[in-house]
């Protein structure tokens, strides 16, 4: 019964939908645990560049099982264009299960989201502005509505106006917004409910179920360890727990299960947002990677911000989640440097080096980092290459470094955005 968790170990966009979409070729199902639309994951087969946003990248593949655990939270009207546009791309939907209790990102918590980035000014975290903060803070304050409210028409509505009388006060008096009318979001809101019920069942007992029956499930993290509420460079992260305890909490299965836990890692370092990012170059290089690997954001369109290799940060990751394995990503995108540097420690203000990552933001961001450097690799296309003798044996170095300071051995390396361009070394389990 094996469960294989991935996840992004450094600020998101590793490339997780292309690897959940490679190892879902031998899965039954995959099971998206946290997060909603915030996320933007990009699977490429063929010509066809599928953006999914709600929908766990399995949906790809006719056999696969796509599941909305209830770790999420979904934003019903989203999810609906959603899988309209994957249905008119030809691919079908209709294995699709969501969990009753996944909560609802509803139009308020959008409008608090923004107003709150507003009110932060200078401190804004640089949010998607798509009401995940709002929306999860709601489920933990007990006063949310979930999709087993959003499927009951009559409960939705009599919780709706329950939940208004609190939100239109906060809309009102602290941020001098509209207040909202249940009306106008019943209307927006019916037709997505009629259309998801027929999906709304027990997820983590099908889960299960396949699990026992021997299949292999996949539960695809949205973004990654270093945006987790816990783990991250708290308050600059997202308000869900991507990292591996997260995977079980937002699933519903048990720890034991899980069999091995795959860490995708970009072979240098992209964030979108604010917060602290040490290895972050402000350089001719940093706008090169950025324009080399085009990396504008696959929800937002924002301009990435581009580093180094963060090693310091990538070993707290690892120890975090256990990591049996790595998926190297964009490995094609650093050929034709002369030079590439790997941040293995960071100098602290007080002149000190160390190599363990600090907990204290603010620490982190006065921290430099303390490069060690390795020779690149000519100016090639990588995409062809399926085994490590077809790639330069200095990107071949580069990857194996990364995976010593890790201490994590490596499973695939993935040299290009189609589906098939990777080099598979071991299946995970
Ligand atoms: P995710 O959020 O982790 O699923 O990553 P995104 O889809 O947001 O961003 C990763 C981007 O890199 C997407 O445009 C992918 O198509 C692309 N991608 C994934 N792997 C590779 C790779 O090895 N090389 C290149 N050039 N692009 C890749
Ligand atoms: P995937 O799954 C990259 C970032 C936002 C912001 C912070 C909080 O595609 O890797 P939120 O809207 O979640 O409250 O924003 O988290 N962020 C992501 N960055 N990839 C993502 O998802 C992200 N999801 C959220 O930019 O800094
Ligand atoms: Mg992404």
């Not at 770790?71 to 699709?96: F, H, K, Q, W, Y």
């Not at 937002?250 to 890692?265: D, K, N, T, Y």
């Not at 090693?311 to 002369?338: I, Q």
Request: charged share 25%; glycine share 10%.
């Amino acid at each position: 019964m094996p469960a294989i968790v991935v996840i992004g170990a450094q600020w998101g966009d590793e490339g997780k939908g292309k690897i959940v979409d490679h190892l879902a070729e031998r899965a039954s199902m995959v099971v998206r645990y946290q997060g909603g639309n915030n996320a933007g994951h990009t699977v490429t087969i063929g010509s066809t560049v599928l953006r999914l946003h709600q929908v766990p990248s399995g949906i790809t593949r006719p056999h696969v099982a796509a599941v909305l655990a209830h770790g999420m939270v979904i934003n019903p009207p989203a999810l609906v264009e959603e899988l309209d546009r994957l249905a008119a791309l030809g691919i079908s939907t209709e294995n699709l299960h969501i969990s009753p209790n996944a909560h609802l990102v509803m139009p308020y918590h959008i409008l608090l989201d923004e107003a709150e980035e507003e009110l932060r000014g200078a401190h804004a975290l640089g949010t998607t502005r798509r009401g995940i903060g709002p929306a999860y803070t709601d489920k933990v304050a007990r006063r949310g509505l979930r999709m087993q409210d959003l499927i009951d028409p009559a409960r939705f509505r009599a919780r709706l106006e329950v939940a208004l009388e609190r939100v239109n006060l906060e809309l009102t008096r602290i941020f001098g917004r509209e207040p909202m009318t249940a009306d106008e979001i019943v209307e927006k809101y019916a037709p997505a409910a009629e259309r998801l019920a027929p999906y709304v069942e027990d997820t983590s007992l099908l889960i299960q179920k396949a699990l026992q029956r021997g299949e292999t499930v996949l539960l695809e993290g949205a973004q990654a360890t270093m945006l987790d509420i816990d783990f991250g460079t708290y308050p600059y992260v997202t308000s869900s727990s991507p990292s591996a305890g997260g995977a079980c909490q937002g699933s519903g299965i048990s720890p034991r299960q899980v069999s091995a836990v795959l860490g995708v890692v970009k072979v240098y370092t992209s964030r979108v947002g604010m917060g602290p990012f040490p290895t972050e170059l402000k350089d001719d290089i940093g706008d090169w990677i950025v324009e080399r690997g085009h990396e504008y954001g696959t929800t937002t369109g924002r301009r990435r911000r581009c580093g180094w290799i963060d090693l310091v940060s990538l070993r707290y990751a690892a120890r975090l989640n256990g990591f049996t394995g790595l998926a190297l990503t964009r490995l094609d995108v650093l050929s034709g440097l002369s030079r590439i540097k790997l941040c293995v420690a960071y100098r602290l203000p007080d002149g000190t080096e160390t190599t363990e990552y600090p907990l204290d933001t603010e620490l982190l961001a006065q921290a430099t980092p303390i490069y060690e450097t390795m020779e690149g690799w000519e100016d090639e296309d990588l995409s062809k290459a399926r085994r490590v003798e077809d790639l330069p044996p200095q990107a071949w170095a580069y990857c194996q470094r990364i995976s010593e300071w890790m201490g994590v051995p490596i499973d695939v390396i993935s040299v290009g955005a189609e589906r098939n361009d990777l080099v598979a070394l071991r299946w995970p389990v």
